[in-house]
């Protein structure tokens, strides 16, 4: 497993500072960008479209907090595709389609209730962000993982949310 913080010099955390991460992200790319290569030799050329792809890469995955703890879980030797598929438990479950199902009606909500609902969904996410830190920063994968679980849905309805707001 590739560790995608190592581009980065960034130490293998889920607490990492963004900005920190983006910087970094722009000096790799002026660096290694591959039109920075056009005339070299087609293995320089490859190599630095390699690099450049890679760096890309790391850079999607820890800028995004869920896919960043998966990754942090991964090179803990957690098998993600395998958690994806195990459910959470039924009362989380259970709230997030209750959740989904407002959401899907988010149009026809009034202000007060689209902003009640909007602060639900993020005040879940962000707990559960912090949940899945403390059990990872503990050393608790097995706890970390369940987090992540809970951590996984709650982005797909954030991002539910999104595309109903705008």
């Known amino acids: 497993m590739v560790n995608r913080f190592s581009p980065f010099d960034l130490g293998t955390a889920f607490s990492i500072d963004v900005a920190?991460?983006?910087?970094?992200?722009?000096?790799?790319?002026?660096?290694?960008?591959?039109?920075?290569?056009?005339?070299?030799?087609?293995?320089?050329?490859?190599?630095?479209?390699?690099?450049?792809?890679?760096?890309?890469?790391a850079f999607n995955v820890l800028k995004k907090p869920v896919s960043r703890a998966g990754h942090l879980l991964?090179?803990?030797?957690v098998d993600l595709p395998a958690l994806e598929r195990q459910p959470a438990a039924p009362e989380f479950l259970f709230g997030q389609i209750?959740?989904?199902?407002?959401?899907?009606?988010f149009g026809d909500l009034n202000p007060d209730d689209a902003a009640e609902l909007t602060s639900e969904i993020e005040d879940g996410y962000v707990s559960t962000q912090a949940k899945f830190a403390t059990h990872y920063e503990a050393g608790d994968i097995a706890a970390a993982s369940a987090a992540w679980v809970e951590f996984h849905f709650q982005q797909k309805l954030s991002d539910g949310l999104a595309r109903a707001r705008s």
Do not use: S, W
């Open 20 to 57: 920190i991460l983006e910087q970094r992200y722009e000096q790799l790319m002026t660096v290694c960008h591959p039109d920075r290569f056009a005339a070299a030799p087609a293995f320089e050329q490859r190599a630095a479209a390699k690099r450049a792809a890679d760096i890309n890469e």
């Open 98 to 105: 209750m959740l989904r199902e407002k959401v899907q009606e």
């Open 74 to 77: 991964q090179l803990a030797g």
